[in-house]
């Protein structure tokens, strides 16, 4: 495996991203089908990558040793925060299609649908410099691969 892991998990992300503004270009076009498709990919793919972080990725790290405990808490918080957002983004679909002026309630949801780009940009931030690197210089090869592959399981 030639890629590190902190640039497949920065891989991850920009698909993950990607898919974000796929979702929001279809809900602004209010192609309804198209944005519930949409959301569904969005959300299959980042609650992979998030679960697959919690029940692998994160107990290779112990804490106090390859990262603070504050760090740890903060990216496992993301990952809470991340959750709880894509219930949000799911009730502000809901809320523009059942509503008789779908256009207008999109527009009062703005910066709501917007916030998960601000989540993931910090996230990405937090996990690119305090994750993966200390887990690309571990020892542990069959380890990594592991990981790796995991990670390239969720790019897609
Ligand atoms: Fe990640
Ligand atoms: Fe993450």
């Known amino acids: 495996m030639s890629s590190s892991l902190t640039d497949l998990n920065l891989q991850a992300h920009q698909f993950l991203g990607e898919r974000y503004t ?47 405990a504050e760090e740890l808490a903060r990216v496992t918080g993301d990952h809470q925060v991340i959750g709880d957002t894509l219930e949000l983004l799911e009730n502000l679909v809901e809320a523009i299609f059942c509503s008789a002026q779908p256009r207008r309630e999109l527009v009062a ?3 709501r649908l917007g916030r998960l780009q601000g989540i993931l940009e910090h996230h990405t931030e937090r996990e690119t410099r305090f994750v993966y690197p200390v887990l690309d210089q571990m020892p542990d090869r069959e380890l990594i691969n592991l990981l790796a592959e995991g990670l390239l399981d969720t790019s897609h």
Do not use: K, W, Y
């Not at 959300?43 to 990558?49: F, K, M, V, Y």
């Open 22 to 68: 796929v979702f929001l270009e279809q809900l602004t076009m209010l192609d309804e089908p198209a944005a519930r498709d949409a959301f569904a990919e969005l959300r299959g793919s980042l609650e992979r990558h998030r679960l697959f972080e919690d029940q692998r990725v994160l107990p290779c790290l112990q804490a106090g040793q390859d990262i603070t």
């Open 109 to 111: 949801n703005l910066s």
